[in-house]
């Protein structure tokens, strides 16, 4: 009888340390996986940012959102010669 009751407690031992084999090895996986989908977060995140600049500086730059080239309408100025009399004399 001594040994029936040696055998129920290396037979509870070992199943004690399955299930906490079994724990360590789950909490392992998540831990990997949580990290694994932060890294694939982080890149798709930079991607999707990088994509909105990159299309941001197309549309201002090429599409429709680019300022139209401004028309002046001062007139040009005349060129002025050396020799040319002032229009007005001045008071003295």
Do not use: W
């Amino acid at each position: 009888m001594v040994t029936r009751g040696k055998d129920r407690q290396t037979k509870e031992q070992r199943e004690r340390a399955r299930a906490y084999r079994a724990r360590v090895e789950l909490h392992e996986r998540q831990r990997r996986r949580r990290r694994r989908d932060n890294v694939i977060g982080l890149g798709v995140g930079l991607v999707v940012i990088l994509g909105a600049c990159a299309l941001q500086t197309a549309y201002f730059v090429a599409g429709p959102g680019a300022p139209a080239p401004a028309v002046s309408d001062a007139p040009t100025p005349e060129p002025t010669s050396a020799s040319a009399t002032p229009t007005s004399a001045p008071a003295g």
